[in-house]
């Protein structure tokens, strides 16, 4: 049995609401109903809505203005709006419509077959949706445990093998330095290489999945991430983070790190720039992650739209993962720099008078 999923009716007149009603019961799914645009957001912010039926003419806030506003909101910009018109529309009022982000028309008299047409489309719809963005979290967990066990392995299998390669590698150069100078010097560049070896596979390791993360936390995790980063991309990175977060979970933490290594890639594969930002605040109710730089910018025929079209995975990656958690991703660019901002659903932790840092924050 799938679940019942949310239709927001709203109308200022109770009575439509009621007709409404009854018109959609037959679709089996859960109607909310608001009396006013700002009723109308305050559910949106409260509870999952597939798809929303908006009259044009209200008191107040009219249908256009509410439509506006939901928009706005990073969480809904693609909410499927279809608006009820109670006077005849002109093409104009429907282009001022659809470009408040409007996809549908229903005009009164209202019949009930087209309104649950309509609206059955959107359900069907976001039902597809959900169904992939859970076959993708599934994807994505299942990445990160591949990942967490890849990076275990090579640490403890193919690094401690190294290690003792390594060892021995040292004995015989000592002992050759005695007999065979020309020996003892390939020994020598052996040992060069092996300490490579062991560098590279480490950095894999890590890059796989960041040991610290479990161990000593997300702050710490970052820090020594951001330093490697660095050193590798010489790009220079200031890091801000809080000096405590809320609570956050192991995996919302893996998310919030996974969000700085992609931007941070980004900056270095595509941004030019000689420096970055990575900026984490935290307020009563939401953990910000900002990664900025002061780069070229995302090209322009690619801005505007998110993920940027025909290109990589990492930017709608990060979409996704932050959809997980009820977050969202922004992304303002132009030719002097990148800004990325995600934003998380976390509780501010509760003040503690024994912790004089509560609410500053240490940087890099
Ligand atoms: N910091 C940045 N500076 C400039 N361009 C960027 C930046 N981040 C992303 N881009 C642009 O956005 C595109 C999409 O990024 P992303 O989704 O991470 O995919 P990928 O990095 O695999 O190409 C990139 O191909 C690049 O053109
Ligand atoms: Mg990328």
Redesign the pocket.
């Known amino acids: 049995m799938e679940d019942k999923i949310n239709i927001l009716l709203v109308d200022d007149n109770p009575g439509k609401l009621l007709t409404y009603e009854a018109m959609l019961s037959e679709l089996g799914e859960n109607l909310v109903k608001a009396n006013s645009g700002r009723e109308a957001f305050e559910r949106l912010l409260k509870i999952e809505i597939a798809v929303v039926l908006l009259d044009v003419s209200m008191p107040g806030m009219d249908g256009f203005e509410t439509a506006q506003m939901i928009h706005e909101h990073p969480r809904f910009h693609n909410l499927p709006i279809i608006f009820i018109s109670g006077i005849l529309v002109s093409d104009l009022d429907r282009i001022k419509g659809y470009r408040h982000g409007a996809v549908d028309y229903v005009s009164v008299p209202v019949v009930p077959e087209l309104l649950r047409a309509k609206v059955k489309v959107f359900a069907d719809l976001y039902r597809k949706t959900r169904q992939l963005e859970l076959l993708n979290e599934r994807v994505n967990n299942l990445r990160d445990d591949e990942r967490r066990q890849i990076a275990r392995e090579l640490h403890d299998s193919v690094g401690q093998l190294l290690a003792a390669i390594s060892m021995n590698n040292a004995v015989l150069e000592s002992q050759s330095r005695k007999r065979d100078g020309d020996m003892a010097k390939r020994l020598a560049e052996q040992a060069t290489l092996i300490d490579d070896a062991i560098k590279q596979t480490r950095t894999i390791s890590y890059l796989l999945h960041p040991p610290l993360l479990e161990e000593a936390g997300l702050a710490s995790a970052l820090r020594c991430y951001v330093e490697g980063f660095s050193q590798r991309s010489n790009v220079v990175v200031k890091l801000e983070v809080p000096s405590r977060f809320g609570d956050l979970s192991r995996p919302m933490e893996l998310c919030v790190f996974r969000v700085v290594q992609?931007?941070l890639?980004?900056?270095h594969?595509?941004?030019d720039?000689p420096t970055a930002v990575v900026h984490l605040t935290q307020d009563e109710s939401s953990l910000r992650v900002e990664v900025a730089?002061a780069?070229?910018?995302?090209?322009s025929a690619?801005r505007g739209e998110l993920?940027?079209p025909g290109?990589?995975?990492?930017?709608?990656?990060m979409q996704e993962r932050l959809r997980q958690f009820g977050g969202t991703l922004q992304v303002h660019?132009n030719e002097t720099g990148?800004r990325?901002i995600a934003t998380l659903p976390v509780l501010r932790p509760p003040a503690s008078t024994s912790d004089e840092a509560v609410g500053a924050s240490e940087s890099i």
Do not use: F, K
């Open positions: 992609e931007c890639t980004n900056v594969r595509h941004a720039s730089d780069g070229r910018g995302i090209p690619r993920p940027p290109t990589g995975v990492g930017l709608r990656g660019s990148t990325v």
